[in-house]
């Protein structure tokens, strides 16, 4: 379909749309006709539809890559990602930043056939896209396109894949911009006080807390990131996924002829994830004297998805939180101590996650509002939940369970990390399964197994100044300890 053919359709569809709403307005009801309102206590809603996972086929070629197919043909459209064993992790602390400069440089830096500018305009004329980003444990890439262009963005999508050019200006310039981040990034308070907490739980060095600075980033150069790519990017480590309007046959072959004779280059690195522990307890500052108020994190060392106690642990979340939960009821509702204000148990798929809590309120607020969460927190884990906290938290997680797979892409992408990460293809229906069986019981067990007050982390961002009574009056013998964010500067 040309440009012309494209704007032709989509002036149609606007002189659709248009009708429909005139349509719409004149079958409104007048005042005279409207329907009296009922009491919320008078709705009825018919039982959620049993969710059934789309049909998908699984199959692996040749050099290891994993290829997962599953068609949707209500739109014209396809999109695509592939999920590489990479990540943050795989890089030693002198270079922290490789990872996301490789990540990031993989699409923006061309390929052999392509530069940079070409691959843009080339996606952009067929109102395409190919994306690609590498996080902690994980890596990247994407494409999007109608499905009269699959060939061509296809071939894009695969050649961006297999034979980045890394051009060097475009190394430097995702560099630059990442530099432009450690400049930047105290400017936020919230920013600052997650950063830091995260630092606090993990240590600094840990791989899932560190931050790239100036020093790490002058000791990547281009050929790091070449090397980087080479050594991670590899098809037996990488996980295909296809959803869409397209031919399984024609597919198929597009996938063999583009990546059937890939094969990795160099030294392969996919260690698994490190494990972690937590380094640090007691109560941390970060003095901010232009704040008027005060940015609270309280929390320590958490768990995996495996976690037996995961689905107990996601109804008390909801006891906690939300418009009907203890915290904003009672912390910010009847005590007035925070607009904002939340605990979570956060687990991730291959490593600790962390349980945390926090919020913000006004510098004069800051004690009465840590002693207020840390009472709920010590609460929840010695008194049963009512039947009536059970049963709002279950139907609220139930309810919410439709939205894991509010279209096919969600669906499918859920099924490749589950591959990814080693879990079964089931578990988003087991761990349904254990919501709707969960009891009190087992919620305060839960409560009593992963929450730890002896390992609380408290860190306050703010006017200490301003903070009366002090941080040091939460109790006997507290010591509350600074911590510098200065940035270090880069070398000259």
């Known amino acids: 379909m040309r440009l012309r053919d494209r704007n032709r359709l989509f002036s149609l569809l606007v002189l659709a749309m248009a009708s429909l709403s005139a349509m719409l307005l004149l079958s409104w009801p007048t005042a ?27 199959y692996e070629l040749d050099n290891g890559l994993i290829v997962y197919l599953m068609e949707d043909h209500e739109l014209p459209l396809i999109s695509g990602s592939a999920t590489f064993r990479t990540g943050d992790y795989l890089v030693s602390e002198a270079q922290v930043g490789l990872s996301g400069i490789t990540g990031e440089a993989m699409r923006l830096g061309g390929t052999e056939a392509y530069p ?10 067929r109102a395409a896209s190919v994306e690609t980003g590498f996080d902690t444990t994980s890596g990247n890439a994407s494409f999007n396109t109608l499905s ?3 060939d061509d963005v296809f071939a894009l999508f695969a ?14 310039l995702v560099k630059s911009q990442f530099r432009g981040g450690i400049a930047r990034r105290n400017d936020n308070p919230d920013d600052v006080t997650t950063r830091e907490f995260k630092q606090l739980i993990y240590g600094k060095a840990s791989p899932y807390a560190r931050t790239v600075e100036y020093a790490s980033l002058d000791n990547i150069s281009r050929d790091d990131v070449v090397d980087f790519y080479q050594s991670t990017i590899r098809p037996e480590g990488t996980i295909l996924g296809i959803v869409g309007d397209f031919d399984p046959a024609q597919m198929k072959a597009l996938i063999a002829e583009a990546f059937g004779d890939w094969q990795g280059q160099g030294q392969p690195t996919m260690p698994k994830p490190p494990d972690a522990s937590q380094k640090q307890t007691g109560v941390f500052a970060v003095e901010q004297p232009q704040l008027t108020q005060s940015y609270i994190h309280i929390g320590h060392i958490g768990g995996e998805l495996r976690n037996p106690y995961h689905a107990p642990m996601v109804v008390l979340n909801e006891v906690l939180n939300g418009f009907g939960g203890r915290l904003f009821n009672e912390i910010r509702s009847r005590q007035g101590l925070a607009y904002s204000v939340y605990a979570f148990w956060s687990p991730r798929y291959d490593y600790p996650g962390m349980f945390i809590g926090g919020g913000q309120t006004r510098s004069e607020a800051t004690v ?36 894991n797979f509010d279209t096919p892409d969600d669906t499918l992408s859920r099924l490749i990390r589950y591959e990814y990460y080693g879990y079964p293809s089931d578990f988003v229906f087991q ?6 069986s969960a009891t009190i019981e087992q919620v305060l067990k839960a409560a009593q197994t992963n929450l730890k007050p002896e390992q609380l982390v408290t860190i306050v961002v ?29 070398s000259s």
């Open 368 to 403: 009465p509002f840590i002693q207020a969460m840390l009472k709920q927190i010590e609460q929840i884990r010695q008194e049963p939940i009512s039947e009536a906290e059970l049963q709002y938290a279950k139907d609220a997680v139930i309810n919410g369970f439709v939205f």
């Open 116 to 125: 940079p500018d070409q691959l843009s305009q080339l996606l952009e004329q």
């Open 159 to 172: 050649d961006v894949v297999r034979r980045p050019a890394f051009a060097p200006d475009q190394v430097e």
């Open 148 to 150: 009269e262009d699959l």
């Open 462 to 490: 703010g006017n200490l100044a301003a903070i009366q009574p002090a941080l040091d009056t939460l109790g006997e013998g507290i010591v509350v300890t600074p911590v510098d964010i200065a940035i270090p500067p880069p």
């Open 32 to 58: 005279a006709q409207a329907v009296t309102a009922q009491h919320y206590t008078e709705l009825e809603f018919p039982p959620l539809d049993e969710i059934q996972i789309p049909d998908y086929e699984r």
């Open 431 to 436: 761990f349904q399964a254990d919501v709707e």
